[in-house]
């Protein structure tokens, strides 16, 4: 019978939670419900759909429990979590809790292209191009079929 090493796979398993810890709070948050992570000087903001969490470190203690999963950093104080967006448009990023980022040009560019390839991951996907009809294209749905069961009718009536 062969063993189980529980050691390895703890130590090879993705993290669910991530631990914050501040001067008044204690949280553990699950790592799938995070949606943006905001180095603001010596603070981390952590954002969620619930919650706001907020406490000193380092984003980038963050980012290695982040690995293998739909997360990206646009720049070097952010980072987002592809999940949880709703839309990217020339405004900014918005998020299905309702809340929004705000980038540059250059980041936001980067950002939709890396949203596109995460987008084409998940089939079924729809790549949307403008079709012009003439009116000769445009055909009466089903006219094949008609023509088809009316012949039968014909061939039908024929026979009897």
């Known amino acids: 019978m062969q063993k189980f090493d529980y050691q390895k796979k703890r130590r090879t398993a993705l993290p669910e939670y ?57 720049i070097r104080r952010l980072v987002i979590n592809l999940d949880h967006v709703n839309d990217i448009s020339s405004c900014g990023i918005s998020f299905s809790s309702g809340q929004s980022v705000t980038l540059g040009k250059n980041a936001l560019l980067s950002t939709r292209r890396a949203y596109k390839k995460y987008l084409l991951r998940y089939p079924p996907y729809t790549i949307w191009e403008p079709v012009t009809l003439s009116a000769a294209s445009v055909s009466e749905p089903y006219a094949e079929e008609d023509n088809v069961f009316q012949n039968k009718i014909k061939t039908d009536e024929k026979t009897h």
């Open 18 to 74: 991530i631990s914050v810890i501040s001067s008044n709070k204690c949280a553990k948050i699950k790592i799938d419900d995070i949606e943006v992570i905001e180095q603001d000087g010596r603070k981390v903001h952590l954002i969620t759909a619930a919650r706001d969490y907020s406490f000193y470190g380092s984003i980038n203690a963050i980012v290695g429990s982040l690995a293998e999963r739909a997360f990206y950093r646009p």
